[in-house]
T-cell receptor, first 113, second 114 residues
Framework: AQSVAQPEDQVNVAEGNPLTVKCTYSVSGNPYLFWYVQYPNRGLQFLLKYITGDNLVKGSYGFEAEFNKSQTSFHLKKPSALVSDSALYFC???????????FGSGTKLNVKP | NAGVTQTPKFQVLKTGQSMTLQCAQDMNHEYMSWYRQDPGMGLRLIHY???????DQGEVPNGYNVSRSTTEDFPLRLLSAAPSQTSVYFC?????????????FGPGTRLTVT
């Protein structure tokens, strides 16, 4: 079965420290993988995607993610966290030519001053 | 562009009532979808459409109907509301052209069924 998992419900990090939000996938074929961010009472905003090519992809607001095929992971990273990065983060995946996106359960990122 | 718009933002229904959640996009996107978001469960796909006149079921379609008569609109109908349908509902759209596979989301509708 196709699925995307986010093993951490919550990640706490101090401002200025690097952050990582984890995502693993079980999607057959070549996966398309995405990260979205959701601020309180708002819809989801697209951050970045991996389709093909370089395993390290860069996105909005200084975020990047590394696609690792052998570990079936697509972790979201940022070198230096900001308090304003505090939000709910979702990983999502789909298979090429299929129309269903699979979302992880979400990870709440808390960045403390 | 307004992007993806949803109405209403909030709604309270009694068990057994019916209603329609509206979704519209002005980006000429072929693909539109409805999700529900529940705590600890992420987003679950209810129904989706790959173009006008074409719809299909997602993971949790029971109790919901959709239709797609135009490219712009994709309403979600609750036939007989149940407390289990209390949730936040998001509409999303994306193009099938090029490599822009990401979805764009509306602001959501918070539905409470009592």
């Amino acid at each position: 079965a196709q699925s995307v998992a986010q093993p951490e419900d919550q990640v706490n990090v101090a401002e200025g420290n690097p952050l990582t939000v984890k995502c693993t996938y079980s999607v057959s074929g070549n996966p398309y993988l995405f990260w979205y961010v959701q601020y309180p009472n708002r819809g989801l905003q697209f951050l970045l995607k991996y389709i093909t090519g370089d395993n390290l992809v860069k996105g909005s607001y200084g975020f990047e993610a590394e696609f690792n095929k052998s570990q079936t992971s697509f972790h979201l990273k940022k070198p230096s966290a900001l308090v304003s990065d505090s939000a709910l983060y979702f990983c999502a995946g789909r298979v090429y030519n299929f129309n269903k996106f699979y979302f992880g359960s979400g990870t709440k990122l808390n960045v403390k001053p | 562009n307004a992007g993806v718009t949803q109405t209403p933002k909030f709604q309270v229904l009694k068990t057994g009532q019916s209603m329609t959640l509206q979704c519209a996009q002005d980006m000429n996107h072929e693909y539109m979808s409805w999700y529900r978001q529940d705590p600890g469960m992420g987003l679950r796909l209810i129904h989706y459409s790959v173009g006008a006149g074409i719809t299909d079921q997602g993971e949790v379609p029971n109790g919901y109907n959709v239709s797609r008569s135009t490219t712009e609109d994709f309403p979600l109908r609750l036939l007989s509301a149940a407390p289990s349908q209390t949730s936040v509902y998001f509409c999303a759209s994306r193009t099938n052209r090029g490599s822009a596979y990401e979805q764009y989301f509306g602001p959501g509708t918070r539905l409470t069924v009592t």
